[in-house]
């Protein structure tokens, strides 16, 4: 978003999810690449476990921004296939995971045939579109009995620093949704898929101080402010980031979701 964007539609993307899924990823790729955590080892081996992922699976990595999951996904042998509307979270995947082949397509509309993947996985992304449509939309671009994972790296904020930075940087008054959220409900009640197999992994991420504060500096919500505001809230972050012993550790909750298409 330009630097110059009028307050009320600021205030307008901020509220509306899905306006700030879009816009909040338009640019910065290279932070986001930096800063943000890959998923633990653990984690990725048990939704790969639980989806039967492997050498031949057909994988669909939607929201793929810069690859994170898919990088992972791509070691167990699959053939993976990622789907980003982001141009810039294209760029950056290009250059990290340039052998897998990637298309520009929102969520609900995948320019797929119906039955083409063994597997789909959202990584850090089903609250920008957790809707029946969506849900539907990847069961028919998977073959009958194929599984589903969403995954998220929630900030751990029964931990003193993560409270904090969660509040100087606002991330309680913009979260697109609240840490720990229960999307397996989401998915229950479409009727799509089921049962739905929950479960909760914990890793902490090392960072340095300008790490730290890029991890900030990545969030949608932030992307989208207008610089001044910006700035006032990177600047108190950099102020709490001084105050920490390097590595500074920021500790994660995982929460998978796993099912098949009914
Ligand atoms: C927090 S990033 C997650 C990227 C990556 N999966 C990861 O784990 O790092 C959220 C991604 O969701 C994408 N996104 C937002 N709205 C979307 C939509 N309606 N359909 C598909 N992707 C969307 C954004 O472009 C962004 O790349």
């Known amino acids: 978003m330009p630097e110059e964007t009028p307050p009320d539609d600021v205030e307008r993307v901020l509220a509306d999810k899905s306006l700030l899924g879009r816009s909040g990823f338009s640019s910065g790729s290279d932070v986001y690449e930096r800063a943000r955590p890959g998923y633990s080892d653990e984690s990725v081996t048990h939704l790969v476990d639980s989806l ?95 599984g589903l994972a969403l995954i998220w790296n929630e900030r751990d904020e029964s931990d003193p620093l993560v409270a904090e930075l969660a509040r100087i940087s606002k991330w309680d008054v913009h979260q697109p949704y609240p840490v720990g959220r229960d999307f397996g409900v989401v998915v229950d009640r479409s009727g799509c898929f089921g049962p739905v197999i929950r479960t909760r992994f914990r890793f902490t991420q090392p960072l340095d101080r300008t790490s730290f504060v890029e991890q900030v500096a990545s969030r949608s919500y932030i992307v989208v402010l207008p610089e001044e505001r910006r700035r006032a809230i990177l600047d108190d972050v950099a102020a709490l980031a001084a105050g920490a012993e390097e590595p500074i550790g920021l500790p994660y909750l995982v929460d998978l979701f796993c099912a098949r298409v009914r």
Do not use: N, Y
Request: hydrophobic fraction near 50%; charge should be neutral.
């Open 52 to 146: 039967g992922i492997g050498p031949g699976s057909r994988v669909l990595d939607v929201a793929s921004g810069t690859g994170k999951l898919t990088r992972s996904l791509v070691a167990t042998g699959a053939t993976c296939v990622a789907a980003e509307p982001s141009a810039s979270m294209r760029a950056s995947f290009a250059q990290v995971v340039p052998d897998v082949a990637q298309v520009g397509a929102d969520a609900v509309r995948l320019p797929f045939a119906s039955g083409s993947f063994d597997a789909v996985t959202v990584a850090q992304a089903f609250h920008w579109f957790a809707t029946t449509e969506a849900l539907a939309e990847f069961a028919r671009v998977l073959r009958p009995g194929g």
